[in-house]
């Protein structure tokens, strides 16, 4: 019956990272068609090549996996693969984050992961009635002078773009590295979001909060090491988009049982259910969902709640928001 809840009930996704999509069918499919040499013979050793043990391994694999991404239908075979999971399990909406750097860097230029893009999201929106909106992603381990010069690139599509984020190697990359960035991009009328307290503390959560003014949290299920960071979350409801399935792949919990993120929910945070990286975590966003369940046990009460705050935490309109929040609370 709960399965059947979490199968059927609206939902929006808000921290999925597009290259982390890359099945490893397709992967082998454009590595062919673009005579990319990979040092995988087959789809099972690429999946066995999944068995990371921490963040710097997996982003290793993740930044070789990108580099078959070449040209336009590259990426929106990428992106409809996607919003295709998405029509499976029932998201409605999702805010999709994506890593120009990593292209950029191979020589990709912006308007050819653009297009690409565009084109999957006008058709999702057009088919499969899904919305979507684009958070570009700054790479944390690379400097804020490198940040800018991608900002600078983005301007020609910002019509694309909805948000801003700040992803890649935690440890060690303090949020307020990229102050000026953010605030750059605040201007520019955009939203802003941050990894933080994954692999980082909870002092990375509040700088993201401090440093760089943003309006959601990624991660931040370390917040439990500073009380009254927990207490500030809670009386802002301040949204954190968290991912069980990537927490576990990569050690922040040793198992489902010990995620902390029913009791904050329990708490009155508006902490919410996302795939992260689906291809190399081992599930899409529903598969989160039955994992918690298995583990924690979710009440009715809990699923719907989590659905409702994946739409109070997006970036869609308040009346979007009203629409999606009145049809799970029929359920």
């Not at 005579?35 to 690429?46: D, F, G, R, W």
């Not at 929106?125 to 002078?145: A, V």
């Not at 943003?214 to 009254?228: N, S």
Request: contains cysteine.
């Amino acid at each position: 019956m709960k399965n059947s809840l979490i199968q059927n009930i609206p939902k929006a996704e808000l921290h999925l990272h597009i290259e982390g999509s890359l099945e490893p069918a397709l992967m082998m499919q454009l590595a062919k068609k673009h005579n990319v040499p990979l040092p995988y013979n087959s789809i099972e050793q690429i999946q066995a090549a999944y068995n990371f043990d921490n963040l710097q391994s997996f982003l290793d694999l993740y930044y070789l996996g990108a580099a078959v991404l070449q040209d336009e239908d590259d990426f929106y075979q990428l992106m409809i693969a996607y919003f295709k999971k998405c029509q499976e399990d029932n998201i409605k909406h999702c805010e999709i984050m994506f890593d120009p750097q990593t292209h950029t860097h191979r020589n990709i230029p912006f308007k050819v992961f653009m297009n690409g893009f565009k084109k999957a999201m006008n058709e999702a929106q057009e088919t499969m009635g899904i919305s979507s909106q684009l958070i570009m992603c700054f790479l944390r381990h690379l400097d804020e002078d490198d940040a800018i010069k991608t900002l600078e690139q983005a301007k020609p599509f910002l019509n694309m773009i909805s948000t801003v984020g700040l992803d890649s190697s935690e440890a060690g990359n303090p949020p307020e590295k990229f102050q000026t960035v953010f605030k750059q991009a605040k201007t520019l009328g955009l939203n802003c979001v941050a990894h933080a307290g994954e692999e980082g503390p909870a002092e990375y959560i509040w700088s993201a909060l401090n440093d760089l003014n943003v309006q959601r949290i990624d991660h931040g299920v370390r917040c439990v090491e500073d009380e009254i960071l927990v207490e500030h979350l809670i009386n802002t409801q301040m949204p954190l988009t968290v991912c069980p399935l990537s927490n576990i792949k990569l050690c922040v919990f040793d198992n489902m049982q010990q995620h902390n993120i029913i009791s904050l929910l329990n708490k009155g945070m508006c902490v919410t259910v996302n795939a992260d990286d689906p291809s190399y975590f081992g599930g899409y966003l529903n598969d989160n969902f039955y994992a918690l369940d298995e583990a924690l046990c979710l009440s009715d009460e809990q699923i719907k709640q989590l659905a409702i705050n994946s739409f109070n935490a997006s970036f869609l309109s308040d009346a979007d928001k009203s629409k999606w929040i009145r049809k799970i609370q029929q359920f």
